[in-house]
């Protein structure tokens, strides 16, 4: 099975920074990627879809890219409700594999 | 508007089967290319997805987990209820159920577009 690797695992930055947050699979993989963000207690939110699709409503100061067996997402002027944890998710073969989460925090 | 709940237990025991259901509306699960799942975060920890239902009944589980999981369909109450046999105290943990969509007929590819709040079920005797 195909493992997902983020990095960092922890991230911190300040509002109005510009971050990125990598998701590494353990094969070359299709652009089949998914990003969520989940905030304390609350249920994940689909951000972005097949490695770069911005889901309805969600702000376009988010945005994912990458191929092969690295994918970005960027957050390009963050703001304090982006605080978050962040999870990637590949789809290949039946199966849903997350990475392990990044937790973006405040500087 | 489509919306998912969770309902199910709080405390197993252990070896016990647990049984979560999801109620869902805003969609059939009778429309082609519209699914459900199911993810567990145990505390602290990250997403693991574990079963999903297709319209046509095709059923798909999680490789580590697959011969405890057990999923299903009522289409008539916009239900899906899976079942975990012989739970353990490592399968403690917050259940959500999910929406899972294809982007279309010609590109099957699948992701969670709308999840519930969650359930939290623990497991200890």
């Known amino acids: 099975d195909i493992q997902m690797t983020q990095s960092p695992s922890t991230l911190s930055a300040s509002v109005g920074d510009r971050v990125t947050i990598t998701c590494r699979a353990s094969?070359?993989?299709?652009?089949?990627l998914a990003w969520y963000q989940q905030k304390p207690g609350k249920a994940p939110k689909l951000l972005i879809y097949?490695?770069?699709n911005l889901e309805n409503g969600v702000p376009s100061r988010f945005s994912g890219s990458g191929s092969g067996t690295e994918f970005t997402l960027t957050i390009s002027y963050l703001q304090a409700e982006d605080f978050a944890t962040y999870y990637c998710?590949?789809?290949?073969?039946?199966?849903?594999?997350f990475g392990q989460g990044t937790k973006l925090e405040i500087k | 508007q489509v919306t998912m709940r969770e309902s199910g237990p709080a405390l197993v025991k252990p070896t016990q089967t647990l049984t979560l259901t999801c109620t869902f509306s805003?969609?059939?699960?009778?429309?082609?290319?519209?699914?459900v799942g199911w993810v567990r975060q145990p505390p602290g920890k990250a997403l693991e997805w574990l079963a999903r239902?297709?319209?046509?009944?095709?059923?798909f589980y999680t490789t580590s987990l697959k011969t405890r999981l057990a999923i299903s369909k009522d289409t008539s109450k916009n239900q899906v209820v899976v079942t975990m046999s012989n739970v353990d105290p490592m399968d403690t943990a917050t259940y959500y159920c999910?929406?899972?969509?294809?982007?279309?007929?010609?590109?099957?590819?699948?992701?969670?577009?709308?999840w519930g709040e969650g359930t939290t079920v623990t497991v200890s005797s």
């Open positions: 999910t929406r899972i969509r294809y982007l279309s007929r010609a590109e099957r590819y699948y992701y969670m577009d709308v």
């Open positions: 239902i297709d319209w046509d009944d095709d059923e």
């Open positions: 094969q070359s993989v299709n652009n089949w």
């Open positions: 097949k490695t770069s």
């Open positions: 805003g969609f059939s699960l009778t429309t082609s290319g519209m699914c």
């Open positions: 998710q590949h789809y290949n073969n039946y199966l849903f594999p």
